[in-house]
C-alpha cells in the first residue's frame, strides 16, 4: 500500500509518520508572567516506589532554565504557543504560558486555555473499559468478536490486545481514502463504523500478540465495547465514571466540532494542499475513542497520577488495584529501548501517562512515580521538528533540566 504524505492522530509510543512539511507557522514566543499553584493532592502509587533521585527543586533559578529551555526550543521548532505545568508536593509549582494563541491577532497564550488532547483520548477510553473489566461485564482476554462483528481475527484479537496495541489489525487513519476524506471536508462527522471500514478493508499486518503496532482502529473498537457493555455513550460514561469523580469539570468529549472558549487556535500541516491552516474547528469525530478529547492544564495535572496510580484525587479506586497492577505492566515497544506500552498507558524512562497529536495540537501528561512529579505541555501545532513530535522535543527539554535520570526521550517509530 502507498502512504500518505502525512499523519494524523499519532501518539504513545509509534508514530504514524510519514513526510515532514516544512512551512514556518509563527514567530518567537513571548513568556507570560510565572504562576505558582498549590501542590497536587497526595496520591499514592500501586505497589512499592520505583528507587531514583528526586527532581531538582523548582527553585527561581531553576524556573528561569526552564523558561528559557522552552522558550529555545519553541523558536528552533516554530511553535507558536505553549503551555506548561509541574508539580511535585512540597515544591513550588511551575506554570507558564509561552507564545501566541492565535497567530493572526497575536493573542497570547494563557494557562487557562481549552486545548485538543488528541490520543490522551486513549487513557479515558481504556479506564472505562477497565471499570466493566471490574465489574464483570467484559474480560481483559475476550474476543472482540464477542463484541463487534466483522473484525478480522475477531475471534482471536482479545481486548487485552487492542489495549497494549498488539492487535495486528490496520490502522484506519493510514488509509489513503480516509485521508483525503478528511482533508477535502475538514469538518465532515465520521460514525465509529465508517472509521472501521477504512481498516477493515486492508489485510491485518500480523497475527495478534506477535509485535507492538499503534493503531487508532484498536481504541475505535474498545469505545463501541465501552458503549454496548455501559449501554450509555462513550462520552456520557466517561464523563459521569471518570472525569466527575476525578472532579475535572473542563475535560469534555466533544460534539461535532464544538470547542469551549476560550482556547487555542491550532496550526497544522496536514491538509489536502500541504498548506499550513487553522485547524481549531475541525471535526475530531474521527479520532472518537482514540483522539476527540478536550481539557485544561489543571484538569490534566488531575489526570496525570489519577491514571497512572488508578485512584482518584479523594484516594477512591478509579480502578482496582489488581487491574491497575495489569494496566501498568508495559513491555518495551519494538526496540524503543526505555519505552514500553501497557493498557493504554505508556512508561518512557518512568514517566508514565500518554501524548497526544491531531491536527493542530499536541499533549503530554505524565507522571514519576518515584517522586509523584505531574508534567504537562499543551502545543498549539503538530509540526514535525526534526523528525520529532514537537511534544516529544519539550518534554525531553524540560526533563533533561528536571529529572535527567529519567529524561522524556520517546523514540521515533515509524508504522506502516
Given at each position: ?191 465509529p463504523q465508517q472509521l472501521l471500514a477504512y481498516s477493515f478493508r486492508h489485510p491485518v499486518l ?133 519505552a514500553g506500552y501497557g493498557l493504554g498507558i505508556f512508561d518512557v524512562q518512568g514517566w508514565i ?64
Open positions: 500500500m502507498s502512504r500518505s504524505s502525512v499523519r494524523l492522530s499519532r501518539g504513545a509510543a509509534a508514530a504514524v509518520t510519514v513526510g515532514t512539511l516544512t512551512v514556518s507557522l509563527a514567530a518567537g514566543p513571548v513568556s507570560a508572567a510565572p504562576a505558582s499553584v498549590p501542590a497536587a493532592p497526595t496520591v499514592r502509587a500501586p505497589g512499592p516506589t520505583p528507587s531514583g533521585p528526586a527532581v531538582r527543586d523548582l527553585t527561581p533559578a531553576v524556573a528561569r532554565q526552564l523558561d528559557a529551555a522552552v522558550q529555545k526550543m519553541m523558536h528552533e521548532a516554530d511553535i507558536p504557543g505553549a503551555i506548561v505545568g509541574i508539580w511535585t508536593p512540597g515544591q513550588p509549582g511551575y506554570v507558564r504560558s509561552f507564545g501566541v494563541a492565535d497567530t493572526g491577532t497575536g493573542r497570547k497564550m494563557t494557562p487557562g486555555l481549552y486545548m485538543r488532547i488528541g490520543s490522551e483520548t486513549k487513557t479515558f477510553t481504556v479506564s472505562a473499559l477497565l471499570q466493566l473489566v471490574d465489574r464483570k461485564k467484559v474480560g481483559l482476554d475476550d474476543p472482540i468478536g464477542r463484541y463487534v462483528d466483522g473484525v478480522p481475527n475477531g475471534d482471536k484479537i482479545t481486548l487485552r490486545q487492542l489495549a497494549e496495541m498488539r492487535s495486528g489489525l490496520f490502522n484506519y487513519s493510514e488509509d489513503p481514502g480516509f485521508f483525503k476524506a478528511l482533508t477535502t471536508d475538514p469538518q465532515r462527522p465520521f460514525t500480523f497475527q495478534p500478540g506477535q509485535k507492538f503496532s499503534y493503531c487508532n482502529t484498536n481504541l475505535i473498537l474498545l469505545g463501541l465495547v465501552v458503549e454496548k457493555e455501559s449501554g450509555q455513550r462513550l462520552g456520557d460514561y466517561i464523563r459521569q465514571h471518570v472525569t466527575n469523580p476525578a472532579g475535572m469539570k473542563d475535560t469534555l468529549f466533544p460534539a461535532g466540532n464544538a470547542f469551549p472558549r476560550p482556547h487555542a487556535q491550532g496550526y497544522t500541516e496536514q491538509t489536502a494542499n500541504g498548506r499550513a491552516a487553522d485547524a481549531a474547528d475541525w471535526n475530531p469525530s474521527w479520532g472518537w475513542a482514540a483522539g476527540a478529547m478536550i481539557s485544561t492544564l489543571e484538569n490534566l495535572r488531575i489526570w496525570a497520577p489519577t491514571v497512572a496510580t488508578g485512584r482518584f484525587p479523594d484516594g477512591t479506586r478509579m480502578v482496582s488495584a489488581a487491574t491497575q497492577k495489569q494496566r501498568l505492566i508495559t513491555p518495551q515497544a519494538n526496540s524503543d529501548k526505555g501517562g500518554h501524548n497526544g497529536s491531531l491536527p493542530g495540537y499536541e499533549s503530554l501528561t505524565v507522571y514519576l512515580p518515584s517522586t509523584r512529579t505531574t508534567l504537562v505541555a499543551l502545543l498549539n501545532t503538530d509540526t514535525d521538528y526534526q523528525g520529532q513530535e514537537p511534544s516529544t522535543v519539550l518534554g525531553k527539554a524540560i526533563t533533561t533540566i528536571i529529572s535527567p535520570a529519567h529524561v522524556y526521550n520517546l523514540p521515533v517509530t515509524r508504522t506502516g
